[in-house]
């Protein structure tokens, strides 16, 4: 027979129990989240892919990829601490409009919070996508790749994502061409360095107008340095474009070191290509057309 409870009841430790249980079970949830599928995505619309324009999806598919290296950071686009929560608004209002694209990125990459999921499902959603001829999903699986966490990332990823990235390049889409050429450039990632086709493919997605992550251009002029004035010119051009996107001052340093230079050796030349620099708004096409003199 139970006895009667005599005395107070003691509310307080069972309150503070169920608070450390449950603190509990959070923290499990979130040491756990990145090895298991990302919830609350909902299921992708077909229908309003159907609906999106080829001019609306190429323009989305531009935006997507301008961000993708930088999603759990500030960049020119969404400059605040409280961007990154922006981006991830944006990317679901372009999955909304019918844009898959951005669909599968959220399911791998969630800005707000900085959270990196698996790669399984999206990779073969992504692979789907390609086989029917979609070369933005070609070109996606080396920008997933690129962002998953080494620990998990499957070798069988990295070779499909390698394989695709070939393919969407020969078809001539401007972000497969741009990794692409970026990989070549500095010889990274598996690939061979191959400066000429790599600068080729760079400068054809240029220009197409994709301006983002242009360190393998400005990697590759920076490693030709010289005082003639067109090899300065180009370095500065780069980087004043990788500016323009991202969250960078290489503008303003190289500035402070011709500066610094033409005063050690009294290069009046030298002074006035500074501030011919600095005065100048360089735009994509001007890059590329320096490149290629």
Do not use: N
């Not at 690129?146 to 990235?165: K, T």
Request: proline share 5%.
């Amino acid at each position: 027979m139970a006895m009667p409870w005599r005395g107070p009841f003691p509310w307080p430790a069972l309150c503070a129990g169920a608070i450390l249980f449950t603190a509990c079970v959070l923290l499990l949830y979130e040491s756990a989240r990145e090895y298991l599928p990302r919830r609350g995505m909902g299921h992708f619309d077909v229908q309003h892919a159907g609906a999106l324009s080829a001019e609306r999806r190429a323009a989305y598919e531009q935006e997507l990829f301008s961000e993708l290296s930088q999603w759990s950071r500030p960049s020119r686009r969404y400059p605040s601490a409280a961007g990154v929560g922006r981006r991830e608004r944006r990317w679901r209002q372009m999955s909304h409009d019918g844009f898959e694209l951005a669909h599968i990125a959220l399911q791998v990459l969630q800005p707000d919070g900085g959270f990196v999921y698996p790669l399984d499902a999206p990779m073969r959603r992504l692979q789907v996508l390609a086989e029917q001829g979609d070369a933005g999903a070609m070109c996606l699986m080396s920008g997933l790749v690129a962002q998953a966490r080494r620990a998990r990332l499957a070798p069988a990823h990295v070779e499909l994502a390698r394989q695709w990235l070939q393919r969407g390049a020969e078809r001539g889409h401007a972000e497969c061409q741009l990794q692409l050429g970026r990989r070549l450039l500095l010889g990274r990632e598996g690939w061979p360095k191959d400066t000429q086709r790599g600068l080729a493919l760079e400068l054809a997605a240029r220009r197409a107008g994709y301006a983002h992550d242009v360190d393998g251009l400005t990697t590759y002029f920076q490693s030709r340095w010289s005082s003639d004035p067109a090899d300065l010119a180009r370095i500065y051009c780069w980087q004043s474009i990788d500016a323009q996107s991202r969250m960078a001052d290489g503008p303003q340093r190289m500035l402070v070191l011709l500066r610094s230079d033409a005063q050690r050796t009294a290069s009046v030349a030298l002074a006035g290509l500074a501030d011919r620099l600095e005065r100048t708004r360089f735009t994509l096409q001007a890059c590329v057309d320096l490149s290629t003199r």
